[in-house]
């Protein structure tokens, strides 16, 4: 196979011309879009060139790299094809070790709970206490203790009932317990990150289908938020304002990733998205945690939980998996003026309720890749409709 001949003939020229034709190529990378919506150009942000050409998008976030392959999406598909999810689950399951009544694996029995209930994990990843660890050789064998909470966290007695079917006030209940749980454990004295998260189904690990999230608190700032922390900190000093913040007003005022909003959060497939159906839920307001949310913000936030897994169920007909966990400020007890409060949601699907993308070889090597755009993603998801798909096709709803 010859290399076609710009590239050839360009790899033999000087470094510094190389890099500057490359970039010319790659026009419309958020750094040179949010620079020039500053000055108020912005031709390039809806660049025909970004929905067809190969090229890279940055994670203002991580300061990470994506590449995106617009012209791939037609490539066949003979790799792995997943079992499709079990629909029906029953309201209760006398195996399930989540269901209200029943013992749990390590012999403890769950209380006959009525709406949410909490529990230590039974298997924690990390302890309280325990051993202070110190290791540092020579700079290339480094250890650390980590001491911390894990706590499950189940979303209602029935076995059944997953965010998009649970109403807005059963959802109410779920975002009450975990401010609450959020505030008892940031408060710890050696806490210094709380993290909410929910893994969704079997294709993401989790290891029950009774609805449930996971909250670890723990004693440093795992790698992410302190990408993430960096980042806020870098833009606030050199912009005076909030990177979220800003960026939710170009999403906004740009339109074509934005996915559902309500009056006080608002859901965006990212511009710098890795996962096919990757989104972003943001808050209108500025705030760092979940101590700060208004009791209409917590209503808001439950309302739009359900309807962005709604979205995500419509898509492909499917209770759809993800992992999801909301990104706040660090529990340091500092202000963190600079943080903005989100969550990710990272689903694995790619192009039907079997066919799912796997993060391997270039990417582990690399940078993640991925072929649908997320101008597309956001369509798709904007098109399927409100209604849970159960509902439309005459299924009894399993709200109560
Ligand atoms: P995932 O489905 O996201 O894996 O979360 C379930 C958690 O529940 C998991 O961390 C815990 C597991 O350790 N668990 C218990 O604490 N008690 C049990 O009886 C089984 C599972
Ligand atoms: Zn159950």
Same mark, same amino acid.
């Given at each position: ?210 609805? +449930? ?25 050199? +912009? ?95 202000? +963190?003026?600079?943080? +903005? ?60």
């Amino acid at each position: 196979m010859s290399c076609p001949a710009h590239f050839f003939d360009n790899a033999r020229a000087p470094l510094g011309e190389r890099v500057a034709s490359i970039a010319s190529r790659v026009r419309g990378s958020p750094e040179e879009t949010i620079v020039r919506n500053d000055a108020g150009r912005h031709a390039n942000m809806n660049s025909p060139d970004l929905q067809q050409h190969p090229h890279r998008r940055l994670n203002p976030l991580t300061r990470e790299w994506v590449l995106v392959s617009p012209h791939r999406t037609a490539r066949p598909w003979l790799g792995k094809v997943e079992s499709p999810q079990p629909e029906e689950q029953p309201r209760y399951d006398p195996s399930c070790y989540l269901c209200p009544g029943n013992s749990r694996a390590g012999g403890i029995r769950n209380p006959l709970y009525s709406s949410t209930f909490v529990f230590d994990n039974d298997y924690p990843t990390l302890l309280p206490n325990g051993s202070e660890i110190s290791v540092d050789e020579s700079g290339l064998l480094v250890a650390r203790s980590e001491a911390g909470v894990c706590r499950v966290v189940c979303f209602s007695p029935r076995h059944d009932l997953t965010i998009p079917r649970m109403s807005e006030d059963e959802l109410c209940d779920v975002v009450d317990v975990w401010v609450e749980q959020y505030k008892n454990l940031a408060s710890l004295p050696r806490a210094r990150h709380v993290q909410v998260f929910e893994n969704r189904g079997a294709l993401v690990g989790a290891s029950n289908p009774h609805p +449930h999230c996971q909250i670890w608190a723990n004693e440093s700032l795992p790698n992410e938020p302190a990408k993430e922390r960096t980042s806020f900190e870098n833009y606030f000093n050199s +912009h005076g304002g909030c990177l979220l913040c800003d960026y939710l007003q170009l999403e906004s005022r740009l339109a074509a990733r934005m996915v559902c909003q309500n009056d006080d959060f608002a859901v965006a497939v990212p511009y710098w998205a890795i996962w096919p159906f990757e989104t972003l839920l943001l808050s209108k307001r500025h705030f760092a945690t979940m101590a700060e949310l208004s009791n209409g913000e917590r209503r808001s936030l439950a309302g739009i939980l359900k309807r962005i897994t709604i979205l995500y169920d419509n898509l492909f007909q499917t209770s759809f998996p993800y992992s999801m966990g909301f990104h706040q400020g660090p529990a340091d007890g500092a202000e +963190h003026r600079e943080w +903005h409060f989100h969550a990710h949601y990272y689903p694995p699907l790619l192009r039907s309720a079997t066919v799912r993308k796997f993060m391997v070889g270039y990417e582990l090597l690399n940078m993640p890749q991925r072929d649908i755009t997320p101008e597309t993603a956001a369509a798709r998801l904007r098109e399927v409709g409100e209604i849970h798909y159960l509902d439309r096709m005459n299924h009894s709803a399993p709200t109560s």
